[in-house]
Nanobody, 116 residues
Framework: QAQLVESGGGLVQAGGSLRLSCATSGFIFGIVAMGWFRQAPGNQRELVAAVTARGNTNYADSVKGRFTISRDNAKKTIYLQMNSLKPEDTGVYYC??????????WGQGTQVTVSS
C-alpha cells in the first residue's frame, strides 16, 4: 500500500521561498511519475508540477520559472522548490503517484500560506 507524507509547508512572506518534500513507501518509486497538486480555498485541485520516472518535468504556467520539481530515487522522495512566492500560491499542497486527477495515491497535504 502506497504511503506519501508531505512536509515543509508553512507561512512565508511574498517573495520568499519554501521547499516541500514528499517521502514515499509501499510501491516501486523509481518507475512511477509523480506530481505536486495544490488546492486553494474555494478552488479545484490543480496540478502544478510533474516529474516522470526518467526525471522529465512539466509545470503549470502559473509557476513556470519559480517552482522546481525534483526526485531522489534512492530516498524515494520528491521535492518542490518554490521561489518568488506570491499570495496566490497559498493553498494545501499534495503529492501524488501519477499526474492525473484520478487513481493513484495522495498524501495528506501540507499547508502553504503566502502573506502579502
Amino acid at each position: 500500500q502506497a504511503q506519501l507524507v508531505e512536509s515543509g509547508g508553512g507561512l512565508v512572506q511574498a517573495g520568499g521561498s519554501l521547499r516541500l518534500s514528499c517521502a514515499t513507501s509501499g510501491f516501486i518509486f523509481g518507475i512511477v511519475a509523480m506530481g505536486w497538486f495544490r488546492q486553494a480555498p474555494g478552488n479545484q485541485r490543480e496540478l502544478v508540477a510533474a516529474v516522470t520516472a526518467r526525471g522529465n518535468t512539466n509545470y503549470a504556467d502559473s509557476v513556470k520559472g519559480r517552482f522546481t520539481i525534483s526526485r531522489d530515487n534512492a530516498k524515494k522522495t520528491i521535492y518542490l522548490q518554490m521561489n518568488s512566492l506570491k499570495p496566490e500560491d497559498t493553498g494545501v499542497y499534495y503529492c501524488k503517484t501519477g499526474t492525473t486527477y484520478t487513481g493513484g495515491s495522495w498524501g495528506q497535504g501540507t499547508q502553504v500560506t503566502v502573506s502579502s
